[in-house]
């Protein structure tokens, strides 16, 4: 006889109803407190009302405005100066430009004005009141796709962050949905890469969010990209499981390597146009930049991946096999000479509203060259959406909506428009799918079987 007594408490089905209530009352009070957080940061009506956008050719471009940053000492600040820690941690301006904003008062600690030899204390609060300029992004309208009590689905255009993020705040989906079609509080299923485009799902509520968010993390939802790739791609099914490690989560850089998380992809060719090939992938883990990662590895890059397609930084294999030559630091050095920002200032003196007036801005002349005509090309499925031709007409240049602040240096800096070559990445979410939902778009003009470059630059 086993005399043995369990130390394992019994469980009946009211407990494991309890159990699970007691989870999702955690989630949903965690997602009200994100939400809380969102809503606090900036999606909403007065928000949305801090400046406005115009269309200019084919790019959305936001009048500079006025924003306050706000945050609290961070125990690393404590004991240094003010100006030693926005110089060292916050690298979007210069030194210089950050004494000058202290000097005049837009940055100030606990409300009051100070210098910039001010040494922090804890619980300082910090606010920094900026002259901001964004970034253009395509100027397409958002095509809703589907919308129900549980959903928004979007076709993302190429160019157009999700969320808030470094020089985007008014441009980008958020901000744009709230505007635009009144819709200020959606919670994230999924992101796309700034560059890419395609399926976007949104929940319009915390438990639908809650339900899918389970099921990627359970892997149970199906997703699937086309991207057009250099050269023949093989047939058949192939499956890379290279490990991915992100090596600058700042810049958001990945490489193959045994360092890495584990990753997975399947990958199948479905045309092949005699120089470059339209690839099906699905991603069955989620790691950043998985799909152009493992596409790089199998030597065959996304033919426009403005970072894993450069053989000047990834040596002339391109990081084929995973191999790079050379060190992580000198790689993400290279990487940041190709991306540099000064290629984009102009040496003119032409006021930003007298620049914007006469195209002297490069929007009207930067459309030529292969590369251009093939994106433009590319982007019309999105540019030409329905909406455009009102959107245009509401949005046209308005000199008078223009600021400019003397203690900003962007307002003296002027920079050359993106290209269309800069807004877009030949990598497109097809479809989406999970338990009881499922999403999809059509193949993107750049997709086609019949898509021939030689069409387009004749």
């Given at each position: 006889m086993?005399?043995?007594?369990?130390?394992?408490?019994?469980?009946?089905?009211?407990?494991i109803?309890?159990?699970?209530?007691?989870?999702?009352?955690?989630?949903?009070?965690?997602?009200?407190?994100?939400?809380?957080k969102?809503?606090?940061?900036?999606?909403?009506?007065?928000?949305?009302?801090?400046?406005?956008y115009?269309f200019?050719?084919?790019?959305?471009?936001v009048?500079?405005?006025?924003?306050?940053?706000?945050?609290?000492?961070?125990?690393?600040?404590?004991?240094?100066?003010?100006?030693?820690?926005?110089?060292?941690?916050?690298?979007a301006?210069?030194?210089?430009e950050?004494?000058?904003?202290?000097?005049?008062?837009?940055?100030?600690?606990?409300?009051?004005?100070?210098?910039?030899?001010?040494?922090?204390?804890?619980?300082?609060?910090?606010?920094?009141?900026?002259?901001?300029?964004?970034?253009?992004?395509?100027?397409?309208?958002?095509?809703?796709?589907?919308?129900?009590?549980?959903?928004?689905?979007?076709?993302?255009p190429?160019?157009?962050?999700?969320?808030?993020?470094?020089?985007?705040?008014?441009?980008?989906?958020l901000?744009?949905?709230?505007?635009?079609?009144?819709?200020?509080?959606?919670?994230?299923?999924?992101?796309?890469?700034?560059?890419?485009?395609?399926?976007?799902?949104?929940?319009?509520?915390?438990?639908?969010?809650?339900?899918?968010n389970?099921?990627?993390?359970?892997?149970?939802?199906?997703?699937?990209?086309?991207?057009?790739?250099?050269?023949?791609?093989?047939?058949?099914?192939?499956?890379?499981?290279?490990?991915?490690?992100?090596?600058?989560?700042?810049?958001?850089?990945?490489?193959?390597?045994s360092?890495?998380?584990?990753?997975?992809?399947?990958?199948?060719?479905?045309?092949?146009?005699?120089?470059?090939?339209?690839?099906?992938?699905?991603?069955?883990?989620?790691?950043?930049?998985?799909?152009?990662?493992?596409?790089?590895?199998?030597?065959?890059?996304?033919?426009?991946?403005?970072?894993?397609?450069h053989?000047?930084?990834?040596?002339?294999?391109?990081?084929?096999?995973?191999?790079?030559?050379?060190?992580?630091?000198?790689?993400?050095e290279?990487?940041?000479?190709?991306?540099?920002?000064?290629?984009?200032?102009?040496?003119?003196?032409?006021?930003?509203?007298?620049?914007?007036?006469?195209?002297?801005?490069?929007?009207?002349?930067?459309?030529?060259g292969?590369?251009?005509?093939?994106?433009?090309?590319?982007?019309d499925?999105?540019?030409?959406?329905?909406?455009?031709?009102?959107?245009?007409?509401?949005?046209?240049?308005?000199?008078?909506?223009?600021?400019?602040?003397?203690?900003?240096?962007?307002?003296?800096?002027?920079?050359m428009d993106?290209?269309?070559?800069?807004?877009?990445?030949?990598?497109?979410?097809?479809?989406?799918?999970?338990?009881?939902?499922?999403?999809?778009?059509?193949?993107?003009?750049?997709?086609?079987?019949?898509?021939?470059?030689s069409?387009?630059?004749s």
């Open positions: 086993n005399s043995e007594i369990s130390t394992t408490p019994k469980t009946n089905d009211e407990d109803e309890k159990s699970k209530k007691r989870k999702t009352d955690q989630f949903e009070q965690k997602s009200k407190k994100i939400c809380t969102d809503i606090r940061r900036g999606i909403n009506k007065p928000s949305t009302e801090e400046t406005d115009y200019d050719n084919y790019l959305r471009k009048y500079p405005y006025y924003f306050t940053y706000t945050t609290h000492c961070k125990g690393r600040w404590v004991g240094k100066r003010l100006i030693d820690v926005f110089s060292d941690e916050f690298r301006h210069s030194k210089e950050y004494e000058k904003n202290i000097r005049s008062g837009n940055i100030k600690i606990n409300d009051k004005s100070i210098s910039a030899d001010y040494v922090f204390k804890e619980n300082d609060k910090v606010t920094n009141r900026a002259h901001r300029h964004e970034t253009p992004v395509a100027a397409a309208p958002i095509r809703i796709i589907h919308s129900s009590n549980e959903f928004v689905v979007i076709d993302k190429p160019s157009v962050p999700v969320h808030p993020c470094g020089r985007y705040r008014h441009n980008c989906l901000f744009i949905l709230a505007k635009e079609h009144n819709l200020g509080e959606l919670y994230s299923v999924h992101r796309l890469d700034r560059l890419t485009s395609g399926i976007l799902v949104f929940a319009k509520t915390i438990r639908r969010s809650q339900e899918i389970e099921q990627i993390r359970e892997r149970k939802v199906n997703k699937e990209y086309v991207c057009r790739v250099e050269g023949k791609f093989p047939d058949g099914e192939i499956t890379c499981k290279e490990p991915i490690e992100v090596i600058s989560p700042k810049m958001g850089i990945c490489i193959a390597s360092n890495g998380k584990e990753s997975e992809t399947v990958f199948e060719r479905m045309s092949y146009n005699g120089k470059t090939s339209v690839v099906r992938c699905k991603p069955l883990t989620g790691r950043m930049h998985q799909i152009r990662v493992h596409l790089q590895y199998l030597g065959h890059p996304i033919i426009n991946d403005p970072i894993y397609n053989e000047s930084v990834f040596g002339p294999d391109k990081g084929k096999g995973g191999c790079i030559g050379k060190t992580k630091e000198k790689l993400l290279d990487l940041l000479k190709t991306h540099n920002l000064q290629k984009w200032l102009l040496d003119d003196n032409l006021p930003l509203e007298v620049k914007s007036e006469n195209g002297a801005n490069g929007s009207e002349n930067l459309v030529d292969t590369e251009n005509k093939i994106a433009l090309s590319a982007l499925h999105y540019l030409k959406a329905e909406g455009y031709e009102q959107l245009r007409d509401e949005y046209k240049m308005k000199l008078e909506k223009f600021t400019k602040e003397e203690t900003c240096d962007l307002c003296h800096q002027k920079y993106p290209e269309p070559k800069d807004l877009i990445l030949f990598l497109h979410a097809l479809k989406y799918s999970g338990d009881g939902w499922g999403f999809s778009t059509e193949l993107p003009a750049w997709a086609q079987e019949d898509w021939d470059d069409k387009i630059i």
